[in-house]
């Protein structure tokens, strides 16, 4: 039974579970003989259905193998598909520069076109909410670009509003990273981009690749990037150094809020207990009105109210 909305804004129309950078082996083996990215895919999954968070769509933001190996992508299809069944949840598969097309085509999407070097581009609507998956992989390279095919693609995609508006999904992040090497790495001729989504129904756009949470703005939207499951970069690190580390590992939750995108970080790793309201005290509240849980909840124990 779902709980009473206690808050001034409605309950979201839409939630959206963002995971990135999987990196899956085909073999299971560990990243770089260290890191257990299958380990870590698997707690993700456990995470989110653990946190009843109802998602509508999984996006995963590129990255999905590490060597565009068909056996690693049939492993990330059969760890992920059941979970997505249980809950009740879309896919939404997104092209990265680890991962290779001709692969990917056909072990996640049953698709087997003669043209597999084409760009992956995708649409889904889900109950009025339009996902719009842009492949911004250059074929044996790692810094991204959207070509101009795809940008008149988008364009016409754009032309007719969605019910809902629509969230674009895609690796390379169209945000500055304060990490020099990453900024090599970075998705070419943005402004570009930018003159398609401005003035759309473009409500966000969700992103990848730098391996760390973070946030921005680009074309007057939203720009959520989901740190990777399979490890982090340390932004902590001395300067000019790029290190990765197998910690602070999380994915996100997405919200769509009447034409807003609200989005969270979900940590894979917890941490020690040092409060605790349990399931008891949040269900006393429930028909409780909100002169009385703000008397419940809010008041301070001196009463003073500061």
Sequence with gaps: MPRVHWGQ????????AHISDTHLLGSGAA?????????????????LVASASDPDVIVFTGDLVDAGQPEAYQRLRGLVEPVARRLGAEVVWV????????????HLLDDARSDDRAPVDQVLTVRGLRIIALDTSIPGWHHGRLEPAQLDW????????AEHGSVITLHHPPIPTPIAAMQVLELERQDELAAVIEGTDVIGVLGGHLHYATSGTFAG?????AAATCYTMDLGAPDGELVGIDAAQAFNLVQIYDGRMVSSVVPLRGGPVVTRFGAE??????????????????????????
């Design 154 to 161: 988008l364009t016409e995609v754009l032309a007719v509003p």
């Design 281 to 306: 005290f949040i269900d006393a509240l429930d028909p409780l009105t909100p002169e009385e849980r703000l008397e419940r909840f809010s008041r301070q124990p001196d009463g003073s109210g500061t």
């Design 31 to 47: 990243l770089y003989g260290a890191v257990d990215v299958e380990g870590h895919l698997r707690r993700t999954l456990e995470r």
């Design 9 to 16: 804004y409605p309950a979201p129309s839409h939630v959206i």
């Design 221 to 225: 939207v939203p720009v959520s990037v």
């Design 95 to 106: 092209m990265g520069n680890h991962d290779e097309r001709s692969a990917f085509r056909s």
